[in-house]
């Protein structure tokens, strides 16, 4: 793990408990832990030019920016239609790891997303609830669309 990552999850996992207890505290400190994974995701994509290919989305209570102590990181990557080759995506993943933090993680294609929340409501509402770390209006919008023609009411209820 990183000497600075490290440190700086030492540190929150330390002061969590008193910071717990003083319930407005608690939504900052989260949002701050966030954050900081955040930025560590963001430099690694863009360092490894990931951005031309995919989009990447966060989920769960990363999603939210609830990282509470040992939650894993929800990640959607979205292909967007150009990647040919998947090293640098796995060299990301595994820098993730190799970081010390857990990742929950899927690469679908906008058509992957389409059929696959179709079918499964969770997936559905996985993808209703997803923040963007790195995209574009576009991939937002498309996404959006697809999902919002998925599921009527009556589907629903």
């Not at 959607?76 to 150009?82: A, E």
Request: proline share 2%; net charge positive.
């Amino acid at each position: 793990m990183n000497k600075d990552i490290a440190s700086l999850s030492k540190n929150y996992l330390k002061n969590f408990p008193e910071t717990y207890k003083n319930s407005s505290n608690v939504n900052n400190y989260l949002k701050k832990h966030s954050e900081n994974i955040e930025k560590n995701i963001k430099d690694k994509f863009l360092e490894l030019s990931l951005d031309n290919n995919f989009a990447i989305y966060a989920n769960g209570g990363f999603g939210r920016q609830e990282m509470f102590p040992n939650s894993d990181i929800d990640l959607s990557i979205i292909d967007i239609g150009q990647a040919k080759n998947f090293n640098d995506l796995e060299n990301f993943i595994s820098f993730m790891w190799d970081q010390g933090y857990k990742v929950g993680h899927s690469v679908r294609s906008i058509s992957d997303i389409k059929n696959i929340s179709k079918k499964d409501l969770k997936e559905f509402t996985s993808y209703l609830t997803r923040r963007p770390i790195i995209s574009n209006q576009d991939i937002d919008k498309r996404i959006t669309k697809i999902l919002s023609r998925l599921w009527t009411r009556n589907d629903f209820y």
